[in-house]
């Protein structure tokens, strides 16, 4: 299994960006990928995953801007990102927590 994460780049405070997380190899199954970030100084910590219920999880500062998905025909996750603020500035990566694979992160800065 491999992970490839892409989308990340430079963004004024309010603007969007849309990240990708292309998987490869014996994906069990696309639910099983989740959105990590880590900010400069900070611990990574989890943003955004799916779930057995409706809804997909998320972490309460992106509640309501992010929103997580999945193409199964393209065995992509996505990670819409909105209204984005500095303090989403850090590195993003997907994880297939199945396994334990993390993919190469993509930088986010987010400029004020």
């Known amino acids: 299994v491999q992970l490839q994460a892409s989308g990340g780049g430079v963004v004024q405070a309010g603007g969007s960006l849309r990240l990708s997380c292309d998987a490869s190899?014996?994906?069990?199954?696309?639910?099983?990928i989740r959105w990590y970030r880590q900010a400069p100084g900070q611990q990574r910590e989890l943003v955004a995953s799916?779930?057995?219920?409706?809804?997909?999880n998320y972490v309460e500062s992106v509640k309501g801007r992010f929103t997580i998905s999945r193409d199964n025909a393209k065995n992509t996750v996505y990670l819409q990102m909105g209204n984005l603020k500095p303090e989403d500035t850090g590195v993003y990566y997907c994880?297939?927590?199945?396994?334990?694979?993390w993919g190469q992160g993509t930088l986010v800065t987010v400029s004020s």
């Open positions: 190899g014996s994906i069990f199954s696309l639910d099983a």
């Open positions: 994880r297939y927590g199945l396994r334990d694979i």
């Open positions: 799916f779930t057995t219920g409706f809804r997909p």
